[in-house]
């Protein structure tokens, strides 16, 4: 049931008696007991069932990080010094911890190695408990951890954000973890666990900064916060028990969320061409920024655009009624009040800011990650998680698979290049929409809480099918039900003009369009009460949060996102704007800006990211130099008439 967490790798290890077994294989967790090495786990805890002799088992699903899964080491339960260890989340100050130890030789990728590093410099003069409470106090992010020790016979679990719960038998024989709450309330409504015949005595969540052990030899689990002054001592044994690995043969190499193919990136600088001068001679709006090659545009006598004519001011509902609707969500059993998605960009971030520490709400943090959220995203949701002390629920999809999907769509899209088809790159993501509704659901909330910047507004993506959504909406990802009509129909005749849309991506695509399209949206969206205002937004963030930025833009926009340098530079080569021309000009209009200081952004923001479609292709597995020659020979909308 973890696998949603993460499909890409998964292992167990198995403390019984003189030894601790561990397995791990690069597959998924569905797939993991299949395996002839998982064999030991199997039988070992079965022998100790029929033994009746105590043992400690923890498992862990991945979804990597840093550190690929072709090589084994980085895949969990990670081991170091005697130590094995589960981890859920980023340690954001990896860097620090391991420059605090100059003496220990770093083995691995894998973050979690620094936590087993500062654990066994511990150990020394102390004991496992201590140990981890005072490692897991250096830690910087959301982290959620489950230790064994090859030298004690017990296990600690810590969480520095609350995702953490734990299910104890009525009669204490057995004491269940599991990083959701509804796994383990699944595991005992389906009756799972059947060689255990007891009742469940209660569930509990493991608050931000607790630390449990839990202990063998039938001593009552002990659970304190970090900061104790003297945490009891743990159970040491006398003779070290053998930490057993059983490999299973690695997989081929893939690229990871933090690998830039570096020496490509001059090679793709060289290669990245963009017209400035004929884009700053186009005619634009007199108004805002938007430029004559926009979809469906149209300027008056006076050089006004049909946008900023139609536009009409935001009507904030105000702070007051959106604390009121979440005060009137409020659970009194201490159970999070609201579902609050954060992709780790810049507004969600700051979104969850304002409701956790402004408003005093208690939300529980969600993410779909489809395999193209950076990993800095990826860091920065760490960060917030961990400093607010917020529940983190991750849905991973098949990261493999949606990448392959996208090298599919890419790969088709270079054979027969058009504008109004570029958003099948990102149809993966569009699936967030529906597992948001199923978890509200799952967990019984009343509200879920969207962090959407109407400022984003990127019509001009349909408007490249024909379509004109230029008229005035209160949700900008919600078109008009013929619209949604004309869209399926552009795109069908798309794949019919182009057979190689009909790939193995086909249904996730479909499944994107009914998620995104067609499901019913009932959500909250923040910015529907709170007006949004971009130095503010910055400066939260990067002062009380260490937020972390991109370093190939100067932009705080759209760094999160894997797909946006490479898509927006297709916009940019070919029509001669991007979505940051689109996001300019909404601020214009709202009154954030002038048009002064929106053209000197849009050439500054513009600037193709080298560093991140180097990435993007590094990751999808396509060339990069020959996809973007071919982006290159697209006609494009201005400059010389030969040309377009």
Sequence with gaps: ????????????????????????????????????????????????????????????TRMVTNGGDHVAGNNQP???????????????????????????????????????????????????????????????GANSIALMSARHDSIVL????????????????????????????????????????????SLDQVNPGEIVELRLAGHEPFRGKWTDAALPTGVPRPTARALVDHPVVSCPARPTPMSINTSRCGEIARTLNIDWDAIRALKRCTRCVLPETFPFIRFDSSGVCNFCRGHKPYPYKGRDQLERELADAKRGNGAPDVLFPISGGRDSCYGLHVVVREMGAKPVA?????????????????????????????????????????????AAWLRKPHLGTVPLFMAGDKQFFYYANMLKQEMGLARTLFSMNPLERTDFKVGFCGIDESYHKERHYDPKFVN???????????????????????????????????????????????PWHEQEVEEVLLRQYDWETSPDTQSTWR???????????????????????????????????????AMSRIYVDNVPRDQSIAWYFDTIGLDALEALKTINKMPTRYGPADQR
């Design 484 to 530: 949604k009509l004309r869209l399926g129909a552009f795109y069908g005749k798309e794949f019919l003009r182009n057979f190689a849309f009909f790939n193995s991506s086909l249904l996730d695509s479909a499944f994107a369009y009914f998620s995104y399209y067609l499901i019913p949206k009932d959500f909250t969206s923040m910015y529907d009460y709170l």
């Design 1 to 60: 049931m973890s696998e949603s967490r993460g499909k890409e790798a998964s292992g167990a290890a198995l403390l019984v008696g003189d030894r601790i077994d561990v397995v791990k294989a690069p597959v998924r967790g569905r797939d993991f007991l299949g395996l002839a090495e998982a064999a030991v786990i199997v039988d070992g805890i079965t022998g100790a069932l029929c033994s009746n002799v105590p043992f400690a088992l923890i498992g862990h």
């Design 78 to 140: 990670v081991m170091r010094d005697g130590l094995v260890a589960v981890h859920n989340g980023i340690i954001v100050n990896e860097a620090r911890i391991w420059a605090s130890l100059p003496n220990t030789e770093r083995r691995l990728e894998v973050d979690t190695e620094a936590f087993l590093a500062l654990v066994a410099s511990r150990l020394e003069a102390g004991d496992l408990l201590n140990a981890a409470a005072q490692s897991m106090g250096d830690l910087d």
């Design 559 to 597: 760094i999160g996102d894997g797909t946006a340098a490479f898509y927006n530079y297709i916009y940019l080569r070919v029509a001669g704007f991007s979505e940051n021309d689109t996001f300019r000009s909404n601020q214009i209009r709202q009154g954030l800006i002038s048009r002064e200081a």
């Design 158 to 201: 810590s969480t520095a954000n609350g995702s953490m719960f734990i299910w104890q038998s009525g009669d204490g024989d057995l004491v269940a973890f599991a990083s959701e709450k509804a796994i383990l309330e699944e595991v005992v409504r389906s009756a799972l666990l059947p060689f255990f015949s007891a009742t469940w005595k």
């Design 366 to 410: 969600f993410t779909y990650d489809w395999g193209m959220v950076t990993d800095l995203a990826r860091r920065n949701i760490s960060r917030m998680c961990g400093a607010l002390g917020i529940e983190h629920i991750l849905i991973s999809a098949d990261i493999r698979q949606k990448r392959e999907f996208i090298r599919k769509n890419v």
